[in-house]
């Protein structure tokens, strides 16, 4: 843990080499992709939107192969390690692998500690502290991922061990930026069926959520089950009203009108086919 200004964060190095949890990779990283994960970890951070940040970055004078387009050309490049930072590290497939695993008496131990840590409003003697949980994450996504659209960020592999629990940008790896409005738009050149199109992020986000909830279940009584399945299918009109008011903000619109998000969808329309 770093400690600044009474606040504590987890550290992590990204391509220092292999751990427990590199699988079949290396762990290393290249100087052009870390380079890519500095910069716009502190640029959406000033952007506003919640993220893990860069604390360093250390070139290495090791080799690292990659394969920079997933067309069979792997080539040499320079190594490097970033030093990040975030509140937690954990993400929903922390949470998940434990209850895919049955492993539910750690299930209960972990999450009890990332709410007792990440989310001092939930008291621990909360009955129902699991399900406030589910509850916050639910929004909290939902505003994420409208923040990502709102300057156009697309962040390329959406899947659930990537998705934080603490509602943050983390790992950067094939994201991208639109230069114009394009709802198709992937930067993962890997990406093939354009999962996780930019359009594709906000229901990408409510897959990742219903796992959540899944690796949940065996935690919640009948009537909590029941209450989070309801609190899941708010998750698009959560996502809606916070682009909805996202957008009329860059558009300068005051107050309500019923037409404001015909304005919006036209708008966007008009991008895309200029």
């Given at each position: 843990y770093f400690c600044r200004h009474g606040e504590?964060?987890?550290?992590?190095?990204?391509?220092?080499?292999?751990?427990?949890?590199?699988?079949?990779?290396?762990?290393?990283?290249?100087?052009?992709?870390?380079?890519?994960?500095?910069?716009?970890s502190e640029?959406?951070?000033y952007l506003g939107i919640p993220t893990s940040r860069a604390a360093s970055l250390v070139v290495s004078d090791d080799d690292v192969w990659r394969d920079q387009f997933?067309?069979?050309?792997?080539?040499k490049e320079r190594g490097a390690i970033v030093l990040?930072?975030?509140?937690?590290?954990?993400?929903?497939g922390s949470l998940e692998i434990l209850a895919h695993s049955g492993e539910l008496d750690l299930l209960r131990r972990l999450l009890d500690f990332i709410i007792q840590e990440h989310f001092p409003s939930i008291s621990m003697n909360d009955s129902n502290r699991y399900l406030e949980f589910f509850s916050t994450v639910v929004s909290e996504t939902a505003n994420l991922i409208s923040l990502w659209m709102s300057v156009g960020f697309a962040h390329g592999v959406c899947n659930t061990d990537n998705f934080s629990l603490l509602s943050i940008t983390v790992d950067y790896g094939p994201f991208g930026f639109m230069d114009s409005y394009d709802p198709n738009f992937v930067p993962n050149t890997s990406d093939d069926e354009r999962r996780?199109?930019?359009?594709?992020?906000?229901?990408v986000g409510l897959f990742n959520l219903s796992k959540l909830l899944q690796a949940l279940k065996p935690l919640l009584d009948p009537r909590q089950k029941q209450l989070?399945?309801?609190?899941?299918?708010g998750y698009g009109e959560h996502y809606y009203s916070r682009f909805t008011e996202l957008f009329k903000t860059k558009l300068g619109l005051l107050g309500e009108n019923e037409n404001d998000n015909y304005l919006i969808a036209f708008l966007l329309k008009v991008s895309l086919l200029c």
């Open positions: 504590r964060w987890e550290l992590q190095l990204k391509g220092s080499g292999k751990t427990p949890y590199s699988r079949n990779g290396d762990g290393r990283a290249v100087l052009r992709s870390s380079v890519r994960e500095f910069l716009c640029a959406m951070h997933y067309n069979g050309n792997i080539t990040r930072l975030a509140k937690s590290w954990f993400r929903i996780y199109k930019i359009g594709n992020q906000a229901n989070a399945s309801q609190i899941l299918e």
